[in-house]
C-alpha cells in the first residue's frame, strides 16, 4: 500500500491531493490567483486533517516538476523538497504535461468530456507561456508519450501533421484556449491541471523506484522560446 501527497502548482491552479495505491483520496484545488505559497500548506493541513492520516504515515511526496510557471514550480517544488526532508520521505517527480494528459483520459473515462472517436486521437496538452506560446507534448490515449516535451510558439502552422492525419487531434489545458483560432482542425476540450493527475503516475513511479535526488533536484523550466523570422519577411 502507498500513500502519497500530490502537489500540482505550475499554474494558476493550486492543487493538492491525497492518494493510496494511485486512486485519489481528497483534494483542494484553488483557482483564485497566485497564491501557491499561502495556500498549498493550508491544503495540505486540511487534507491531512480529512482523511486522518498522521504526515509520518506518508509513503512519499509527488510533485509535479514542470515545465510551467516559473514561480509556481518553485513554490510546489519548494514546499514537496521541505516536506521530504523533515519527513524523511522519498520525492517523486511527475511531469507536468504527463499529469494533464491523466486528467483528460480520466475525465473521458467519467464522461465529463466527448471526443469523437477517441480511441484514434493523439493528445495534445497545453501549458502557457505567455502571449502565443505554449508548452506541449502529445500523447496517446493510452497515456504514451509520442514525443519529447517542446517549446511552440502557435502559429498556422503548428502541428501541421497532427491536424491533417484524419484523427482527431485534441488540445487541452491551460494554454490551448488561446490557440484554438490558429488550429481549427483541433478538438478543444476544457481540461485543467490538477493534482489528481499525479496520483498514479507518482505510485507507479514509486513501484518502480523512480524517486529524486532530494538535495538536488529542480523544476523542468525546458528553454527560452526561439522565434525565427519568416521566409516571407526575409525575401520582401
Same mark, same amino acid.
Given at each position: ?15 493538492v491531493?491525497?492518494?493510496?495505491? =494511485?486512486? *485519489?483520496?481528497? +483534494?483542494? &484545488? ?6 501557491? #505559497?499561502?495556500? !498549498?500548506? /493550508? ?51 511527475? =511531469?507536468? *504535461?504527463?499529469? +494533464?494528459? &491523466?486528467?483528460?483520459r480520466?475525465?473521458?473515462? #467519467?464522461?465529463? !468530456?466527448? /471526443? ?33 516535451v ?28 488561446k ?58
Open positions: 500500500m502507498s500513500l502519497i501527497l500530490c502537489i500540482e502548482t505550475g499554474t494558476d491552479i493550486c492543487s491531493g491525497i492518494a493510496k495505491d =494511485g486512486e *485519489l483520496l481528497s +483534494l483542494r &484545488e484553488s483557482d483564485e490567483g497566485r497564491d501557491h #505559497a499561502r495556500k !498549498v500548506g /493550508v491544503f495540505v493541513d486540511e487534507l491531512l486533517r480529512e482523511t486522518g492520516i498522521a504526515p509520518d504515515e506518508l509513503d512519499a511526496v509527488a510533485v509535479g516538476k514542470g515545465p510551467g510557471s516559473y514561480t509556481g514550480l518553485r513554490i510546489g517544488v519548494s514546499f514537496a523538497k521541505g516536506l521530504c526532508y523533515g519527513l524523511q520521505k522519498p520525492l517523486v517527480a511527475v =511531469g507536468s *504535461l504527463d499529469a +494533464l494528459a &491523466e486528467v483528460a480520466e475525465d473521458y473515462e #467519467a464522461g465529463i !468530456v466527448q /471526443v469523437e472517436r477517441w480511441d484514434e486521437a493523439t493528445l495534445c496538452p497545453m501549458v502557457d507561456a505567455r502571449r502565443m506560446e505554449v508548452y506541449a507534448q502529445l500523447f496517446d490515449t493510452q497515456g504514451q508519450a509520442l514525443g519529447e517542446t517549446a511552440e510558439v502557435i502559429d498556422a502552422g503548428s502541428f501541421a501533421e497532427q491536424r491533417r492525419s484524419g484523427r482527431p487531434f485534441v488540445i487541452f489545458g491551460n494554454g490551448a484556449r490557440c484554438v483560432e490558429l488550429l481549427p482542425e483541433a478538438t478543444f476540450i476544457e481540461v485543467t491541471p490538477s493534482a489528481r493527475g499525479l496520483a498514479r503516475l507518482a505510485d507507479e513511479a514509486l513501484a518502480a523506484g523512480r524517486t529524486e535526488d532530494v538535495a538536488y533536484f529542480e523544476p523542468f523550466y525546458l528553454k527560452d522560446f526561439v522565434v525565427t523570422t519568416s521566409k516571407k519577411k526575409l525575401l520582401g
